[in-house]
């Protein structure tokens, strides 16, 4: 069975997508909801973003592969009124020359720190992509995965270093392929069959 690559999994998330969201805060025993929109467009290894976020990281923009530009805008339940989650990032991918199933993604800002940081990538056995990233203060390991071509789920860790941890989990839907309500109901069922089996941290 022919496993998909790293880029092949970012060319599947090309589109636009809305994103169902529950943040689970575990020293507080308290979760909260949230939803966004999230735009992603796959580049090429020769696009000029994939070529200048290689150089921001010193890597030669040769051994890339390509990478994908994110856009985002949403809001979570307990947000300020000041807050906001909204924002783009570059990504390039550079496989291990010795297992292109596994490398370095380069990022322009970070998941949990906004500042430039290099994580490592997986393809695993089930085709799903896995992020994990050390930052200064926290790490977060992510996976995200296709239940369907038109269904991306996602689940992530954050560890601060002071003991204090987040998980999340998201249902993201694609945005342009049905109808919105018939959308949002579709991927509410899927996302509870599939979160139930998969997610996990068994809520």
């Known amino acids: 069975m022919i496993k998909m690559n790293v880029m092949e999994f970012f060319q599947q998330s090309a589109g636009q997508w809305q994103s169902q969201r529950t943040t ?11 939803g966004s929109n999230i735009t992603v467009e796959a580049l090429p290894a020769d696009n000029e973003k994939v070529v200048e976020i290689c150089k ?6 040769g ?3 390509g990478g994908a ?5 949403g809001a979570m339940a307990w947000d300020k009124e000041d807050e906001n989650h909204k924002g783009s990032t570059v990504f390039a991918l550079v496989p291990d020359a010795d297992n292109p199933q596994t490398g370095n993604l380069l990022r322009e800002r970070g998941y949990a720190e906004i500042v430039p940081v290099i994580g490592r990538f997986e393809m695993d056995s089930e085709d799903g992509l896995v992020l994990t990233t050390e930052y200064e203060t926290m790490s977060s390991i992510e996976r995200f995965w296709f239940p369907s071509p038109d269904l991306r789920i996602r689940t992530s860790v954050v560890k601060r270093f002071g ?41």
Do not use: I, M
């Open 56 to 61: 921001l990281h010193d890597v030669d923009p």
């Open 63 to 65: 051994t890339a592969v």
């Open 24 to 34: 689970h805060h575990l020293p507080f025993r308290r979760a909260e909801l949230g």
């Open 69 to 73: 530009y994110v856009e985002w805008n």
């Open 163 to 203: 003991g204090l941890s987040t998980a999340s989990f998201c249902a993201e839907s694609r945005v342009e392929t049905v109808p919105a309500q018939d959308k949002d109901e579709a991927a509410a069922r899927e996302a509870f069959a599939v979160g139930s089996q998969h997610s996990a941290f068994g809520w």
